[in-house]
């Protein structure tokens, strides 16, 4: 995503970028040396995850916050909020609040990119059967609910040292294209691009994930 990102406005100059929900930390560093930003800034709700960040990338700033409330005093050219992120936000107005704590930290003309769980009529076709994490794999089950827009991910692992199967599970918050263009409209953005794919393939949106780019107007 990075890589298509830096393809796609190549020819934009970024002073500053700001990862909301960077994990690791990994995507802010590999995407701040790609496109040769000189301010990049992490913020993440956990400290586990922090601390793995600074260790991993001394040279960039992390700050720990929610993007509800967060309020860093400082604007950025682009704004990167992947990794569905947002939704873990299951209720709208968090995702309301998450929308105007993103345009807090923008300023005029900034790019935002986003990736969220598509909200579906029926379970889309290229939602992953199967996972692998180091020596573990997994198979997945989905249960989507279209009225609740929610989509229930069950894996279940094994692995040689495990002495039974594990089992995890997340509910992501689904949404729709118009409603995220309302909702960032309403929070001083406008929707600009659309994909289902993480490569900004052009067609029918069918896929699971959305990934989206806004720019800032207020
Ligand atoms: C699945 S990870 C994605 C990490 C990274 N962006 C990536 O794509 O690899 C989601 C991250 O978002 C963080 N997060 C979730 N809700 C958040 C919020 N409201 N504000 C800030 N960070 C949040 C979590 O702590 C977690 O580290």
Redesign the pocket.
Known sequence: MCEDLTNREGGREFGSVL??????G??LALLTERMRIPRAVG????PD?LAHARARHPHLEFHQ????D?DLGERFDLLLC????LS??HRSEDLAA?TAGLARHAAPGALLLLELAHGTARPAPDLPSAYTAGPYRATADYQLDPAASTLVRRRTWHGADLPAPVEDFVTFRTVTVEEMRALLAANGWELTTTHDNRQLREGPLQGWRLTMTARRTG
Do not use: E, K, W, Y
Request: glycine share 16%; net charge negative.
């Open positions: 990862d909301v929900g960077c994990g690791t990994r995507d913020l993440d709700l956990q995850m916050g929610d993007i509800r967060a992947v990794g569905l992120v873990n936000l998450a």
